[in-house]
C-alpha cells in the first residue's frame, strides 16, 4: 500500500469519526459550541500561536461549557473560575478521567500515574502521595534537601563572578536534584554528562508537546505513525531517558533493604514483592518504570522554568524586587538560609510569588480530562469519551476573581494591611482530585529556592558588575 492510499485511506476514517460525532451531537444535548468541518473540526478557528484565547473568544458567544471539535476528537472547554470549580471540585468524581493523550501513552505505554484511570489511578496515586510524604515531600526532610541544593546553587552563581549568564542550566540541575533525592536517593553532579543530557532530553520532550508537531501527533496519532517527523527522533530521546531509570531501579533491587527503604523506588519495589501474588495488583514493574518517569519529568521542567520566569519578572520590575530583597533582609538577614516557616513573615515576598504563578500561565489547557461515561453537568450531557479542558487560562485571569488579570499586581495576595490574602482562583496546579501530586512539593521549592536567590544576588540584564547593597550583582541573559 503506497503513501497515497493511506493518507485517503486515514482521511476517509476521520470523516466517518466527524460524521458519527455531528450524529451523536444531535442526539444528546451538549454544550453548545461552532459548527466544524470534517476532519479538522474547529482547528482553523484557533488561533495558532495562542489558541486558549481564540477559546476565551468563543467562550464570549457559547459560555463557560462549550463543544468544539480539535480534529476528530470531540472536546467540551471549561471556562472561568465558577465552571472549573464547579466541575472539578463540585463534581469532582464525575470528573476524575484523565484524557488519553496519545504522546504521553506511547512515552509511558498506557503505565503510571499520570494518564491512568479507575482502579490504577487510585492504587498509584494513594501509593505515591503516602510515600512521598513519608519521605518528606511538604515536610522538614524535604526542606533540608532543597536548602541543601540551594547552597549547590549558590556557590556555582557566584563562581561566575557576576558575569552574564543564562540561568536556565543551574536551575534544572537544582531542581531536579530535589526530586532525584526523592526518586533515585542520589543527586547528580553539575558536571555529570549524563545527567545533563538527561535534562536536555526533558526539556525538549516538553517543548515538543506544547508545539505544533506534538499538537499534531495527539490529534491523529494513527496517521502520524506512518509519517517520518520530528515525533520519531523524541520518542527515540524518551527511550534514553527510559533506559537511565530501569538502570536505576535495577541497582536498587539489587542492593534493596526492607528494613531500610531510601526512596520512592525501594519502597515501590517493596510493595511489588507483596502483591506479586494478587491478580489485580498494579504495583508491577510497568507501572513502576512509567510512574519514575512521571515524576522525573513532571517534577523537573515546569518548577525551573517557573523559578527561571522568576528572575525575569524580578528584573523587570526593579522597585519590587528591591522591596522583597529589604523584606528577606529584615527577616532572613545574610548569615541562614531560609525556611518555609519564614513564609508567614514575608507576606509581600509570598505575594510576588504567588502573582508569578498566578502571572506566568504555565499551563493554561491543564492535563485534558476525560468522561469515563456519559456525564450531565449544567443541564447539559456530556457523552462517554469526549475530552474535557479546564482552561485554566481563563481561571488564572478571570476578571470577575482578580482586580487587574492582565497585569502582573502582587495586591492580588495582599489585603489593605499589607497581609497575606488567598485567592480561591489561584490554581496553577488545577484541583480536585486530578490535582498535581507534587504541589506542595513544587511550591516549598519555588519558595525556598527564588528566596535565596534574592536574598543573595541582585538580577539584571548585562549592564555592568557594580555591587548593590549586600547583593552581589548577577547579570542574566535572556
Wanted: net charge positive; proline share 6%.
Amino acid at each position: 500500500m503506497d503513501l497515497t492510499v493511506m493518507l485517503l485511506t486515514a482521511t476517509l476514517l476521520l470523516v466517518v469519526l466527524w460524521i458519527l460525532n455531528a450524529h451523536t451531537r444531535k442526539h444528546t444535548r451538549l454544550p453548545p459550541g461552532p459548527r466544524g468541518i470534517p476532519v479538522l473540526g474547529n482547528l482553523l478557528q484557533l488561533d495558532k500561536k495562542a489558541p486558549f484565547k481564540s477559546l476565551l473568544k468563543l467562550s464570549e458567544n457559547y459560555g463557560p461549557v462549550l463543544t468544539v471539535a480539535l480534529g476528530p476528537q470531540r472536546t467540551v472547554v471549561l471556562v472561568g473560575y465558577e465552571a472549573v470549580k464547579d466541575a472539578l471540585v463540585d463534581h469532582a468524581d464525575d470528573f476524575t478521567g484523565r484524557g488519553p493523550v496519545p504522546f504521553l501513552k506511547k512515552v509511558t505505554r498506557g503505565y503510571g500515574l499520570a494518564i491512568s484511570n479507575g482502579e490504577r489511578w487510585r492504587q498509584l496515586r494513594r501509593f505515591t502521595l503516602t510515600t512521598l510524604r513519608d519521605f518528606g515531600m511538604g515536610r522538614k526532610g524535604m526542606e533540608e534537601w532543597i536548602q541543601e541544593e540551594s547552597k549547590h546553587l549558590v556557590t556555582r552563581i557566584k563562581a561566575t563572578e557576576g558575569a552574564p549568564f543564562d540561568p536556565t542550566f543551574f536551575l534544572s540541575c537544582t531542581v531536579s536534584n530535589v526530586i532525584c533525592c526523592l526518586v533515585f536517593g542520589q543527586r547528580f553532579s553539575y558536571d555529570d554528562e549524563h545527567f545533563l543530557s538527561l535534562l536536555h532530553i526533558i526539556s525538549e520532550t516538553i517543548q515538543f508537546g506544547s508545539s505544533a508537531s506534538g499538537l499534531m501527533y495527539n490529534l491523529f496519532p494513527r496517521l502520524m505513525e506512518w509519517l517520518p517527523g520530528r515525533h520519531r527522533e523524541m520518542f527515540g530521546k524518551i527511550e534514553k531517558v527510559r533506559a537511565f531509570t530501569m538502570e536505576k531501579i535495577e541497582e536498587h533491587q539489587d542492593t534493596l533493604d526492607p528494613s531500610s527503604p531510601r526512596d520512592y523506588i525501594d519502597c515501590f519495589l517493596m510493595r511489588l514483592q507483596q502483591e506479586k501474588h494478587q491478580p489485580n495488583t498494579e504495583f508491577n514493574y510497568d507501572n513502576l518504570v512509567s510512574t519514575v518517569l512521571n515524576l522525573y519529568l513532571a517534577g523537573t521542567e515546569t518548577t525551573s522554568s517557573t523559578i527561571r520566569y522568576a528572575l525575569n519578572v524580578l528584573i523587570r520590575h526593579p522597585k519590587i524586587q528591591e522591596k522583597m530583597q529589604e523584606e528577606i533582609d529584615s527577616v532572613i538577614g545574610q548569615g541562614r538560609c531560609p525556611y518555609v516557616e519564614d513564609r508567614k513573615s514575608l507576606p509581600f515576598t509570598d505575594a510576588v510569588l504567588h502573582e508569578i504563578q498566578r502571572y506566568l500561565d504555565m499551563i493554561p489547557f491543564s492535563i485534558p480530562h476525560y468522561a469515563l461515561q456519559d456525564i450531565s453537568f449544567r443541564g447539559y450531557t456530556i457523552p462517554k469519551d469526549t475530552l474535557i479542558i479546564p482552561l485554566l487560562h481563563s481561571v488564572l485571569k478571570d476578571d470577575k476573581m482578580w482586580e487587574t488579570p492582565g497585569s502582573f499586581n502582587p495586591q492580588h495576595f495582599l489585603d489593605g494591611n499589607g497581609s497575606f490574602k488567598k485567592n480561591p482562583a489561584f490554581l496553577p496546579f488545577s484541583a480536585g482530585k486530578r490535582a498535581c501530586v507534587g504541589e506542595s512539593l513544587a511550591r516549598m521549592e519555588i519558595f525556598l529556592f527564588v528566596v535565596s536567590l534574592v536574598q543573595h544576588f541582585h538580577p539584571e540584564l548585562p549592564r555592568g558588575t557594580r555591587q548593590r547593597g549586600p547583593h552581589p550583582r548577577v547579570q542574566l541573559l535572556r
